[in-house]
């Protein structure tokens, strides 16, 4: 059995099977009620922001109070709400969806995390490694990965399975 590793494009679907805007309208629609059940259940505020880009729903959900959100925008709740929520619109719309939920800004920082997890895979690299492996993510982030290596000069690709996937960068 060979090794399951592929390049950037590889963690991003095929153009044929990119959903239309009007899918990805109603899947936000769905996420966003879902999401909106799951706060008055926890009796939490937050506004909800829909968009539509890439491909993906991304819904956002925001508040004024700076703690009242805390709890949900750590890395791991967004991650299991995202999937929940996920499996929410797949049941109403009988389709799989890829939708992203940032929940306080927290993708903003995750991506910034991801920022410095790449600077120090590249200086890794300067100064004399082959390569550098980052530690496991979720496609979506191994995707911001390709794009933060790709933009610094260098190359990635994906490699492993599973829960164990992960990105390892080399020089071009």
Same mark, same amino acid.
């Given at each position: 059995?060979?090794?399951?590793?592929?390049?950037?494009?590889?963690?991003?679907?095929?153009?044929?099977?990119?959903?239309?805007?009007?899918?990805?309208?109603?899947?936000?629609?769905?996420?966003?009620?879902?999401?909106?059940?799951?706060?008055?259940?926890?009796? *939490? $505020?937050?506004?909800?922001?829909?968009? #539509? !880009?890439?491909?993906?729903?991304? @819904?956002? &959900?925001?508040?004024?109070?700076?703690?009242?959100?805390?709890?949900?925008?750590?890395?791991?709740?967004?991650?299991?709400?995202?999937?929940?929520?996920?499996?929410?619109?797949?049941?109403?719309?009988?389709?799989?969806?890829?939708?992203? *939920? $940032?929940?306080?800004?927290?993708?903003? #920082? !995750?991506?910034?995390?991801?920022? @410095?997890? &790449?600077?120090?895979?590249?200086?890794?690299?300067?100064?004399?490694?082959?390569?550098?492996?980052?530690?496991?993510?979720?496609?979506?982030?191994?995707?911001?990965?390709?794009?933060?290596?790709?933009?610094?000069?260098?190359?990635?690709?994906?490699?492993?399975?599973?829960?164990?996937?992960?990105?390892?960068?080399?020089?071009?």
């Amino acid at each position: 059995m060979t090794e399951n590793t592929d390049v950037i494009a590889a963690d991003s679907p095929a153009e044929d099977d990119s959903p239309t805007l009007d899918q990805l309208e109603k899947e936000g629609d769905v996420a966003a009620d879902y999401i909106e059940e799951f706060l008055d259940i926890c009796d *939490l $505020d937050g506004d909800i922001d829909i968009d #539509a !880009r890439n491909g993906r729903a991304y @819904v956002s &959900v925001n508040s004024t109070d700076a703690g009242s959100l805390r709890l949900l925008s750590r890395p791991d709740t967004v991650n299991a709400l995202q999937e929940l929520t996920r499996l929410a619109v797949q049941n109403k719309t009988g389709s799989f969806s890829r939708l992203i *939920l $940032d929940i306080g800004g927290s993708r903003e #920082a !995750r991506q910034a995390e991801l920022g @410095v997890l &790449v600077t120090r895979a590249i200086e890794r690299i300067a100064a004399g490694a082959t390569e550098a492996s980052l530690p496991p993510m979720s496609s979506y982030e191994r995707k911001l990965v390709h794009d933060l290596v790709s933009e610094h000069g260098y190359v990635s690709e994906s490699t492993g399975e599973g829960r164990d996937r992960h990105t390892v960068i080399t020089a071009a």
